[in-house]
């Protein structure tokens, strides 16, 4: 008997069933157990923006005309008086809400906007507004709240269940300041993002991370702007999905951590050649997600600005065991990168990468038709769809030659030793010194027996090397916890000592 309410939650595990009752239907749901009947009494239907700020920051009537009295503290038996009280509470009291720039009203129950002009007479300084996980259920709300901010450059609406408009709608100025907007959690589809887009003339960030995105369009005049754009958490029918979206101008970074992808494809270059798609992109975060081909690692290196990459917990990981040597393979394929997964790249660590990587598939290169000669030198296209930056790392280094790609050993502690020549240049009286060090030996560990082998007293010792190969270069051994082999260190090359 009496009203009832008809309520699916957002978490289903809350609900009892799919709004049926004694075989009537009075509402649906999208989950079969998501929905419940509650009494009106029991459910909140929120308050207006306004209030949730005073609310929020202790600005409502009843908190403003409420300051201390008391001008007077006991110390032990000491009464001490507080000059100037009154003043100090009257300046606090001034700070009101038209003084607030960053507004967070969070969690606060905001349904709707309030009275019409209201905000923007009481509020005139907001810039950025923080308006997540409240009661809003469309972007009319939101709009009607926008339009009251003269200056609106940060929005964030995640976290709230809406409605976006299912037709284009008039362009206005509501939002034409606006920066960066975070629709997080919102069921927006990317046709609803594209039918709003307009009224984003200078958005620089977008994030619809965790929503209903599975297919993408082409942003047809619209996001131009952005810089930012980050779906993660959305699971994009598969890769190719990415072509659409490649034409934005600025877009510099982009953000599809467990997006579902398993493969990268660029088909408009070849290898060793650069793509005309995300001709900005500089940060790229593809962790999370389905790649199990080294082809589409390959594939970024065509992106002609990317400068950053984190790839983690994808299948292709899992190929190599030694995470140095997975590094160091990814490193080697993609030549601007800078940064990957968090971790910047030094030269030093570069070059080791690219010099190991040259050698250790050179076998595979001769054998696919590479040769020194470069009247001779043709591999196969299988090579190079599998290796294509290995022709210009040899422009870089040499091409390898066959004496040091043969008879390779097995990995005994014999076959490990390498035979260097240690040298002193600032002390020519010191005459160089040939030692076997094992190639698994870190520099901490060379630096403590060239202490003791070189008797030098006690300061900080600055360890390089020369190779034959690389003549009137100088490759510095900066990093105390790495191993010889980590720099492609080679027999009879010579070590250099500064103190």
Not at 331 to 357: C, F, H, M, Q, T
């Amino acid at each position: 008997s009496g009203i009832w309410l008809g309520v699916e939650w957002d978490d289903p595990q809350r609900g009892k069933h799919d709004g049926t009752y004694e075989g009537t239907q009075y509402f649906k749901c999208r989950h079969p157990k998501g929905g419940s009947f509650i009494r009106p009494n029991k459910a909140n239907f929120g308050v207006d923006f306004l209030t949730a700020v005073k609310n929020r920051y202790g600005l409502n009537n009843e908190q403003d005309i409420q300051h201390g009295t008391e001008n007077t503290l006991v110390f032990g038996k000491k009464t001490v008086e507080f000059v100037g009280m009154d003043s100090i509470a009257e300046q606090q009291r001034q700070v009101r809400l038209n003084q607030l720039v960053d507004i967070s009203v969070r969690e606060c129950a905001v349904s709707h906007a309030g009275q019409k002009e209201e905000i923007s007479r009481t509020c005139a300084s907001i810039r950025h507004i923080n308006l997540s996980k409240n009661l809003i259920s469309s972007w009319e709300t939101v709009t009607a709240i926008a339009s009251q901010v003269q200056n609106l450059e940060t929005l964030n609406i995640s976290e709230n269940k809406m409605k976006f408009p299912s037709t284009s709608t008039p362009v206005s100025s509501v939002f034409s300041k606006l920066r960066i907007l975070a629709l997080n959690q919102t069921e927006i589809t990317w046709a609803e993002v594209l039918l709003c887009a307009p009224g984003w003339p200078a958005l620089e960030e977008l994030y619809l991370t965790s929503n209903n995105i599975t297919v993408l369009e082409r942003p047809d005049n619209v996001l131009q702007t952005l810089k930012l754009l980050d779906l993660s958490d959305n699971q994009l029918l598969d890769g190719n999905q990415l072509h659409r979206i490649a034409h934005l101008p600025r877009l510099e970074q982009l953000i599809l951590r467990n997006t579902g992808i398993s493969s990268i494809h660029f088909p408009d270059a070849g290898f060793g050649c650069k793509t005309k798609m995300f001709p900005s992109l500089k940060h790229l975060a593809i962790n999370a997600n389905k790649i199990s081909q080294w082809s589409s690692i390959n594939e970024l290196e065509k992106l002609p600005s990317l400068r950053s990459l984190q790839c983690h917990n994808n299948p292709v990981m899992d190929t190599e065991k030694n995470p140095e040597t997975l590094r160091q393979l990814i490193i080697a394929k993609i030549g601007g990168l800078e940064v990957l997964n968090k971790s910047e790249i030094l030269p030093a660590e570069r070059k080791g990468a690219e010099l190991d990587y040259r050698k250790i598939f050179g076998n595979d290169w001769l054998a696919a038709g590479g040769s020194c000669n470069p009247e001779k030198n043709k591999p196969s296209e299988e090579f190079l769809a599998a290796h294509p930056r290995y022709p210009l790392l040899c422009l870089k280094y040499g091409a390898p030659e066959e004496g040091e790609l043969k008879g390779q050993q097995p990995l005994t502690l014999k076959n490990q030793l390498l035979t260097l020549t240690i040298k002193c240049p600032e002390n020519p009286e010191q005459k160089p010194v040939e030692k076997k060090l094992p190639e698994s030996m870190t520099i901490q560990r060379v630096k403590g027996l060239l202490y003791r082998l070189l008797k030098i007293p006690g300061s900080e010792l600055k360890l390089s090397y020369e190779s034959s190969k690389l003549e009137g270069k100088e490759v510095e051994l900066d990093n105390d916890l790495k191993p010889l082999q980590f720099y492609s260190i080679e027999n009879g090359d010579c070590v250099l000592v500064r103190w």
